[in-house]
Each structure stands twice: as structure tokens, then as C-alpha cells.
């Protein structure tokens, strides 16, 4: 798979070659199915990810997008309140001018700049480089804040907030331990490639038994809030019955001893009557571990409740069983769109320039600004979240791109107001959104399968894109768009002949693609040493006494999944309840119910089922959206 030629008529790219999928972080590869013709379905093309050629349900339509009538085709700009059609050169004008005007009425800070997965690896770089040459640091994409914790704890850890072992080596584990994570749904060609179709054993820690139970050998199902400790008291085991890989901790970690003696007070009975799990089933999984020789972990969002106890925990009993930095042995961080690893891995986030460098560093603004030729902003810039509070306040314009915050976790209301507030908002989307709603101007966008560059996928391996179609009207690229954009508002910098051009500039300021080659991942899976300062992991020592909300019902939400054009076939609008729990409030299967919480409610119909355990109430994240802006983490529920 090569970048694809320039065709002769549109300047831009057009080829039948071999692309990615664009619907989520696996990263298959495939082609139209019909040679050049993108109307129909796609097939799958023999790639890392999918080494038997395969395509789920969703990257055999990932062409569906290419002629929904519903795109935007053309420019739109506002004018008596309403978006009116535009060309480019007024619409991008209007753009940079508006944007302008803020740093001059404010300063460079007063500007926020979001990315998104759906966008390139070269496009998000352009898209950060853009904000810090204009003097801001508040460049953010929203999907790293999905596994933030998870991320953090990584780096924290280990080095680096990435996966730390190839999907392909799950084929090698003999225990896959699968914790908040449904990959046979929201993965499969990777789960079934890599786990299904391999030798482990698979151990599945989630409250709701779902799809990759069914494929699991054991179903372990925590009391919510309680999954850290459910992991101490493994790892208390682990250390009591001498199952710890000596050599490593010596050699590889630091202050264990703290580590353990902050585990003292904690034991397999002692867990259980905390997190509903029996003892015998966690000293079970102890000896699971301590029989295997090499241990993975999948993990997903439901790592993320506990503001990352559990991702360290998880982290710490790698470290504790030597199961980090070899084969079939690791923590696998399964994101859930496409370029969600390679948006953050370009700088596209506040406090880090590209290849997760620190912005506050001296020596890392230099050189980076030697190669861009202007100083960067020292001072690390707002997430998303913090910025989207700011708009009217601190934060007076922004550009976004790919991205929606329309719909953050937050009240519909205030989100509004938030949008409306800001003096000049400048959106680059696919179609017509919640944000764009509020836009000064709307520029349209291409699709991945419509785009050249690269993508990383979520075991870190950089992939080419190849531009399998044309974009509808006058749709573009958002590399093009951000070069124009670029050359209006700051000058020298943005003159690229391309995507290819971009990713050598990245290899300069970026020293985790310094040396990677197209097909490959970047880093070395921490053979030797890890990405820490001293070279070693850290071990802390960890909080064991948990407080459980006895009040209500906890609310487990399932996530959505896939991109542009894939509709989430796992997707309902149900209220799930353990027979129990229905029992107890007196409600049966059928009845129609209020779910309560914080201020907010939804109005569903109940399912009783038997695979989620007791206290948890389930409902997919397009139901639970007015709960989840509303930051409810139990529930109430009753008959409608």
C-alpha cells in the first residue's frame, strides 16, 4: 500500500489501492469490493490486523458514507443567522479573518482548537502545529478523554500511553484477561483473529455478561466500584503464595516493598465481602496467573469509572508477575475509533507536543521550534472539558474539527449557550451537527476512505491511507483545509505537497515516529527498559478501602461504537435489570420505566436479564445520554 497518485482533473487523489478501515481503532485493511465502484460493499484485504482478510459487519459497509446524500458538499457561511452557501476562498476568508480577530481583541490563548480520531495523523499535526504557531496550547481531541485514565496509568507505568504489546501477540498469551471490555462486539476481527481463534484461556471481568463472555472461560463480575480492590487482593495473593517474578521486580521496578506492605491488610476473604466476588474464585484467578506463562490484558472504558485505581492496579500485577515487555504479555488498551492513538501521538492535546513530549519542557519547545521556526507556548493549554466551560470567558474562538462538542457529557442547554457565546466558531465536519448548528462557518469534509496520510491504529502501528474515492461537491480534505487556513493565519509553515510531506516533518519534531517506517509500531514493546526516566516501573502504594453506594442502582452504560455510516448493531433501547433487582422493585419484563438520577431522567422499557449482576443498572449510551450529561453514577427506577 503506497500514497496514491494525484489525479490529473481535482488535484486530488484517486485510486483503487488497498485502504483502512475507518470505523474503529483495529485498523483492517480493505478495498471496494467491485473494483473502483465505492457504492457498494467493501472487502476485506489480508493486513496485520485482519491476517485472514476479514471485515466485520461494519467495515463491510464503510463505504456507505461516500454517497449519503445527507454530506455537506459545499462552503456554508452565516449571515442574518442563517448558514448560506459559500466558495472556498470567501468561506476559508471569513474563517481566518474571524479567528484573527480574537487574538487581536484578546490574545493567542483566547483561541481553542479541537481535533478528532476520525482526522489523519498528518491532519491532527497540522491541526496542533496551527495552534501553537498562533500562540495557543488549548488543542484537544475529545476521545483521548474516553480512556484517560487508562492512558495516564500507562504512562505513568511504563512510559508511554499506548498499548504495550501487538494485537498479533494475543495469539501467544496463555491467559487473556479481558477487563470492562466487550471486543467481540466493539473488536471482533481482532478478538476473534487474535483470542477466539487462539490457545489462551480468557478470564472476562465486566458486570453484564455480553458477547465475549460467551467466548470466555471464566466470568468474574465485580460490584461496581469495587474492581482495584477485586485486583489487590489477586495481587495479594499472588504475593502470598510466592508467585511473584523476583528477577523482574529487582531489576525493572521500583519501590515494591512499599507496594506490598500497602496490600498487608488485604485477602481474598476480606475482598469478597466487598465486591461480591468469592474467594475462591480470586484466588482462582491468582493461580490462573501464576500457572501462566505469559498474561495480556484487554482493557476498555469500564477502566475508567475509578479515576484509574484499576488501570494501575492491572498495571501493577504485570509488573508483579513479569508479564510486561515480551511476548504474548502486556496491557492492550482497545480504543474505539480509528485514529483515537494517533491524534494524541501527533500533540494534539494540551500539555504534550507530538510524541507525547512535555510542552513544559525547554529542550522539547526548542527542538521543535527549530524545525518549525517559531517558539512555542510554554504554559500547557485546557482540555476539551475545560475549554468548553471557558467558551465566553476565557476562550473567545475556536476551530473544530472532526469533532462534536455539542454533544459533551453535559446539559444540552448549557452546552448551547456555551457554543453561542464564543465570537467566531469555525467548524470542519462531514455533515451538519449539533455544532455546526452554532457555526460563523461550516467547511465540508472528506472521509477517510476519501483521504491519503496515516493512520495508528491501537497497538500503535502506523498504516497508509489510500484515497479509494472522491469526495462528493466541493468536500476537501481537512489537510487542504488546514493548509489554507494555516497560510492566512500565520504565514510560512503550511506549504505542503502533501501528506507525505507532513509525516517527514512529524519523523523531525516527534521522537517516537523518529525512526518508524510506514507498517510499522512505533516504540519497541519495552524489551529492555521502559520509557520512564529511570528506565524502570514504578510501583505505589494503593488505597484498599473502598466505600460502595448502597443507595440506588450503579449505572453501567454500554459504549457506542464505529464511526461515520456504522450504525451500532448491538445498540437498544432497553433498561437492563437482574431478575433480582426487577423482583425487588416490583417491575417485570415489558413494563415501561423511569430511570432517575441527579437532576435527569429517561423514560425505556425494562428486559430482565440474567448475565448482569445484581445493583447494576444497563443501558447503552444513546439511551443514557441526559443521565451521563448529568454526571449520574446510581439510579433510580421505577414504573412509568
Known sequence: MREAGTDDTSGRSRTTETTVCPLCAVGCHLTPADGADTSGRARGVAGPANPNGRLCAKGINAFESVDDPERLTEPLVREDDELIPADWETALDRAADGLAAVTDAHDPEALAFFGAPHCSNEENYLLQKLARMVGSNTVDNRARLCHDNAAAALAERFGYPASTLGMDE??????????????????????????????????????????????????????????????????????????????????????????????????????????????????????????????????????????????????????????????????????????????????????????HADVTDRATRERVADVWGVDVPETPGLNEKEALAAFGESIHGALVVGENPAISKRDAEWTAARLDALDTLVVVDVYETETTAHADVVLPAAVGVEKTGTVTNLDRRVQALAAVADPPGDARPDFETLCALGRRLVGDGFDYDGPREAFAELRAVSPIHADVTVGERWGDDYRERFATPDGRAAFAPVETDVEVDAEGLALVVGSRAGGFGAADATADELLHLNPADADALDLVDGDAVVVHGDGASVETVLTVEDGLRRGVAYLHADVADPLVRAGTASVEVAAA
Open 170 to 355: 494475543l495469539a501467544d498469551s496463555d491467559l487473556v484477561l479481558v477487563v470492562g471490555a466487550n471486543p467481540a462486539v466493539q473488536q471482533p476481527v481482532a478478538f476473534n483473529a487474535f483470542v477466539r481463534g487462539g490457545d489462551a484461556d480468557v478470564v472476562h471481568v465486566d458486570p453484564r455478561a455480553n458477547e465475549t463472555t460467551r467466548a470466555a472461560d471464566v466470568h468474574l463480575a465485580p460490584r461496581p466500584g469495587t474492581d482495584a480492590l477485586f485486583f489487590h487482593a489477586v495481587a495479594a495473593e499472588l504475593i502470598e503464595r510466592d508467585a511473584v517474578d523476583a528477577s523482574f521486580v529487582a531489576e525493572r521496578t521500583t519501590d515494591f516493598d512499599v507496594y506490598r506492605e500497602s496490600l498487608s491488610d488485604v485477602d481474598a476473604v476480606r475482598a469478597a465481602a466487598a465486591t461480591d466476588v468469592p474467594a475462591g474464585d480470586v484466588r482462582d484467578l491468582s493461580e490462573r496467573i501464576a500457572a501462566a506463562d505469559s498474561v495480556a490484558i484487554i482493557a476498555g472504558t469500564g477502566v475508567e469509572a475509578d479515576g484509574g485505581a484499576t488501570a494501575r492496579a492491572l498495571c501493577d500485577l504485570l509488573c508483579l508477575t513479569g508479564n510486561v515487555g515480551r511476548t504474548g504479555a502486556g496491557f492492550a488498551l482497545f480504543r474505539g475509533l480509528n485514529n483515537e492513538q494517533g491524534a494524541t501521538d501527533v500533540g494534539c492535546r494540551p500539555d504534550e507536543l507530538p510524541g
